[in-house]
């Protein structure tokens, strides 16, 4: 399979003095999507995007941005949107000439300002100062602005934390419509619930690891069978074992979730074919529930395998 990835990471990792803050990160983003990237507060993910943006430097690991060795930032980043902190933006300018002077400054031509007015759903305010939008507006102008240059990858941190909740309704409603027809999005959140909407893929992480990705319509089929098996050192041949059965396998601490399911009789099949090769399983269960319940048995999942 050789389909085209944005963004590839292998074993990403950021120490802080020592304290592992971003923890062998495994990353493939395919293009074209809207991926959530989320998980709970001090996650690693604002880091994990830092790193991607060549504004942090891992500390092992390596990746690829766009078919560009993340140590050379510069041969990708001109094809790159960003909107990481808070932009800056001149109070007293409207959001047009703010955008024109970033427009002037960036080479982009003038009549994209309007295009991007249009796209983010600012074209009536846009005449109006800066400094009399509200949060969710600036947070959009600031997305207009890194859109500006057409950038292939758009990466946006956390754009509706601090957002009323009819902010946050507009600004997922834009992460949707730009699957449409614009960049590869990968957009942060703390909150699952902000972002499962609006977005086609999933990367998931809990204290600088990697705890699901994929596409948000397998999470939410959300039939998958859990497996547990007697001696941990089978777990390889099981998990080959479900491979062949065409099943998608991630292991989870000492387990491993293999799905989708399709009938309502896979299960003693799996538990006939674990024995035919001498493996005994100590747990199987089908788990199916929704993304939100999901979510929280995943994180618990990975925080249990990360203390054994
Ligand atoms: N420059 C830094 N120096 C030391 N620790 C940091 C630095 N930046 C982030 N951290 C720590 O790394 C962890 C992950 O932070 P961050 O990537 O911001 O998580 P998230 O964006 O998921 O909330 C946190 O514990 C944070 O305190
Ligand atoms: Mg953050």
Same mark, same amino acid.
């Given at each position: 399979?050789?389909?085209?990835?944005?963004?590839?990471?292998?074993?990403?990792?950021?120490?802080?003095?020592?304290?592992?803050?971003?923890?062998?990160? $495994?990353?493939?983003?395919? =293009?074209?999507?809207?991926?959530?990237?989320?998980? !709970?507060?001090?996650?690693?993910?604002?880091?994990?995007?830092?790193?991607?943006?060549?504004?942090?430097?891992?500390?092992?690991?390596?990746?690829?941005?766009?078919?560009?060795?993340?140590?050379?930032?510069?041969?990708?980043?001109?094809?790159?949107?960003?909107?990481?902190?808070? !932009?800056?933006?001149?109070?007293?300018?409207?959001?047009?000439?703010?955008?024109?002077?970033?427009?002037?400054?960036?080479?982009?031509?003038?009549?994209?300002?309007?295009?991007?007015?249009?796209?983010?759903?600012?074209?009536?305010?846009?005449?109006?100062?800066?400094?009399?939008?509200?949060?969710?507006?600036?947070?959009?102008?600031?997305?207009?602005?890194?859109?500006? %240059?057409? !950038?292939?990858?758009?990466?946006?941190?956390? %754009?509706?934390?601090?957002?009323?909740?009819?902010?946050?309704?507009?600004?997922?409603?834009?992460?949707?419509?730009?699957?449409?027809?614009?960049?590869?999005?990968?957009?942060?959140?703390?909150?699952?619930?902000?972002?499962? #909407?609006?977005?086609?893929?999933?990367?998931?992480?809990?204290?600088?690891?990697?705890?699901?990705?994929? %596409?948000?319509?397998?999470?939410?089929?959300?039939?998958?069978?859990?497996?547990?098996?007697?001696?941990?050192? $089978?777990? %390889?041949?099981?998990?080959?074992?479900?491979?062949?059965?065409?099943? #998608?396998?991630?292991?989870?601490?000492?387990?491993?979730?293999?799905?989708?399911?399709?009938?309502?009789?896979?299960?003693?099949?799996?538990?006939?074919? =674990?024995?035919?090769?001498?493996?005994?399983?100590?747990?199987?269960?089908?788990?199916?529930?929704?993304?939100?319940?999901?979510?929280?048995?995943?994180?618990?999942?990975?925080?249990?395998?990360?203390?054994?």
């Amino acid at each position: 399979m050789t389909k085209e990835l944005i963004v590839e990471t292998t074993s990403l990792t950021k120490a802080y003095r020592g304290r592992t803050v971003v923890d062998g990160l $495994d990353l493939a983003l395919p =293009a074209g999507v809207v991926c959530g990237f989320v998980g !709970p507060n001090g996650a690693g993910k604002s880091t994990t995007l830092r790193m991607l943006l060549g504004l942090v430097r891992p500390t092992s690991g390596s990746g690829w941005v766009l078919g560009h060795d993340l140590s050379r930032p510069q041969d990708y980043l001109p094809d790159v949107g960003a909107l990481i902190e808070a !932009p800056a933006f001149y109070p007293g300018l409207s959001g047009r000439a703010n955008l024109r002077v970033l427009a002037t400054l960036g080479g982009t031509p003038a009549a994209r300002v309007a295009e991007v007015l249009e796209r983010v759903g600012l074209a009536e305010r846009a005449d109006d100062a800066y400094k009399t939008y509200s949060l969710g507006m600036k947070q959009r102008l600031g997305i207009a602005a890194a859109l500006l %240059p057409r !950038p292939r990858l758009l990466v946006l941190d956390e %754009p509706t934390n601090g957002l009323d909740p009819q902010g946050i309704r507009d600004m997922r409603g834009l992460l949707r419509s730009l699957a449409d027809d614009g960049p590869t999005v990968l957009v942060s959140s703390h909150l699952l619930g902000e972002v499962q #909407q609006a977005c086609d893929w999933l990367v998931m992480v809990e204290a600088g690891r990697l705890v699901w990705s994929g %596409p948000t319509a397998q999470l939410l089929t959300g039939s998958e069978a859990v497996l547990g098996c007697e001696h941990a050192g $089978d777990l %390889p041949r099981l998990a080959a074992l479900l491979e062949a059965r065409a099943l #998608q396998v991630r292991r989870v601490g000492n387990r491993l979730h293999a799905g989708p399911l399709t009938g309502d009789d896979v299960l003693p099949g799996l538990n006939r074919a =674990a024995a035919e090769i001498g493996i005994t399983l100590s747990e199987l269960r089908r788990q199916s529930a929704t993304l939100e319940e999901q979510y929280g048995t995943l994180l618990a999942d990975s925080l249990a395998g990360s203390l054994r």
